[in-house]
Every structure is written in structure tokens, then in C-alpha cells.
């Protein structure tokens, strides 16, 4: 990561290969702090970029943040590889299931098959003893809280605090036609920074309304000895004070690691109808991308 002046396209030459990554960190759609994040990534020269953020999206009085978010992106939507965005945009299989229901305690269906597998291995180990439910749990969420190096306490697709962004992000989903995938920041932060030796502490605590942007700011200047993306001074200063700027970047640099091939493959079993959060492998190879 460098800080410096801010490059146009009219710097580049025509014969360059651009690939680019759109982050988006989404919020209620009456709170206007909407963040999306650019990462452009130049093979002839090895560098990646974060070329814009935009911070803390509005509505207006005739126009809605929903609509400035399609405009933004359709401006970049050449050359873009993956749209990341942090929260589903699909239903948790009951709620989207047209079969005749026997109840999920006797669901023959793949996902919740594999869910009451899983929830038998974690009942051994917790008390006291919980059943799941499908109809606001994802097979990803179950896996994400207990099947990892830690538990990352992933809220449910159609949890309280989840659902009203689903519905927001399911209606954008109509409207931007690009490769969507579903991001999880702070495990994805939790891989990127392990994999760069950043302390647990400041991973852990990157959201905290108390001390957060000293989180982030470490983060970053970490990330900028590692010379890992150039990001220039404006940006830094914006994703220090706002959280869902860092997280849109975050998003943004899943995407390109995906591109890389360095994000995690379903687990074998995994129901394959399922939703999957994509994060940075365990080990990184960095001379990969």
C-alpha cells in the first residue's frame, strides 16, 4: 500500500489488462452509510489499486442511495470481475422451499440433512443442547460459527439485524448484473490480517465504536509495509473514521483473492444448493497473485 497521487485512466496505456473488484458494505437503506470500494488490479505491472471509495452513500429528496449505488456501478462495470457485497441476497432455504413440508425435524432435503449432522457434532460439545432454524439459519452461517479456527458469531440471513439488508441487497440484485459474491469482512479480515502478521487484538476489535479507528489504522499501516495495494492518503483517512469504508475495501480485496484462486472451496459435503461465504484461505500464497 502507497500513498501518493491519485492516477487517471488517461495515465495507463491502452494495451494494459485491467482487472477490477467492486466492495460493497451495505446498510439500511434510511441510514445512508452505504460504502462501495474500487480495487483495480494491473497484471502489467503487478500492482493493485484502490481506486475510489465511496463513502457513506445518501438518499436525496428525488433520488434514492439504491439508485446512486446502480449509477456508480455501472460506471465501472467493465472489466470487473467480481461484485463482493456483505450480506445474502438469498432466502435461507425454508423460507424460498415450495415442497410439501413434513417439519425440518424430518426434511429429507440435502442442506437440512447436513445441518442436523453438524448440529449433532456441536450439541456434543456445548450445553445446553440447541436445534437450529432453517428458516433464519444458512448452511454457511452454521459452518462459519463452528467449523473454523474460531467462532466468528456470523449473525443468520434472516436474523434481525441481517434481514432488512437481504431485502435491500436482493432488490439491487435485480438491477446489477454483474458476478455477485457474499463476503463475511471480519472473518475475511481475520485470514488477510493472520496471513500478514497482524496482532488477533486489532482483528478482533476493528469494529469497536472505542478504539475501532486505532484498529484500523494499524490494520492499514500493516498492510502498507507489506506493500500489499497502493491506497492513497484521502482514502486511508476515510476508511480510518469509517468502518463500513474499511469493510467495503475488505470486500473489494475478497473479490481479488478469489479472482487468485486464494479464497476457501466449499468444504467436502457441503450441500451444493446452499448459499457460500467466500474468505482467504487459511495459508495465503501471496506469490500466487
Known sequence: ??????????????????????????AGGKTD?????????FPRYHKIFLTKIYDKIKNEETISADQKIIQVINQYKEFTEYFAVDVPWNLPLCLDCRLNCPGFEACEQEPIKWMHKINLKINKQKKPKKLFTPYTQRACEIYINNELEESFL?????????????ARAAFLKKRISLDWIEVFPK????????????SKSHLKFHRH???????????????????????????????????????AFVCAMTGFLKFFKQTE??????????????????????EKV
Not at 472473518?187 to 497482524?198: A, T, Y
Request: contains cysteine; glycine residues 8%; hydrophobic residues 40%.
Open 1 to 26: 500500500m502507497a500513498k501518493g497521487e491519485r492516477k487517471t485512466k488517461e495515465d495507463l496505456k491502452d494495451k494494459d489488462v485491467l482487472h477490477r473488484f467492486i466492495g460493497l458494505s451495505l
Open 33 to 41: 452509510k452505504a460504502c462501495l470500494a474500487v480495487v483495480e488490479y
Open 154 to 166: 456470523m449473525n443468520h440471513g434472516m436474523g434481525s439485524n441481517v434481514a432488512p439488508l437481504l
Open 187 to 198: 472473518l475475511s479480515l481475520w485470514r488477510l490480517g493472520r496471513s500478514l502478521g497482524i
Open 209 to 247: 465504536a472505542v478504539g475501532g479507528d486505532e484498529s484500523r489504522e494499524i490494520i492499514l499501516e500493516a498492510l502498507s509495509e507489506k506493500k500489499l495495494a497502493f491506497v492513497y492518503d484521502q482514502d486511508i483517512k476515510i476508511m480510518i473514521s469509517n468502518n463500513h469504508a474499511f469493510e
Open 265 to 286: 472451496e466449499r468444504p467436502e459435503g457441503f450441500p451444493k444448493k446452499e448459499a457460500w461465504i467466500e474468505f482467504p484461505k487459511l495459508e495465503i500464497n501471496w
